[in-house]
């Protein structure tokens, strides 16, 4: 699993690159920004798994 995830970075890498600073061919950089939305979709979906309740958390005596 772990040498997928460093295959997986080494391929998009520059494609992120190449989205960020806007060079490269447009297909390169699509790609790139869609790495980016899938990594940051994945982060807000880990944020909001694994935070608190807040309604739980603000009951008392919980």
Known sequence: MGYLIILLGNMLGP?????????????????????????ALVLIVAALRWAPNPVTAARPGS
């Open 15 to 39: 494609a992120v690159g190449a989205a960020l600073i806007g060079d490269g061919s447009y297909s390169r950089m699509i790609l790139g920004a869609l790495a980016l939305a899938l990594i």
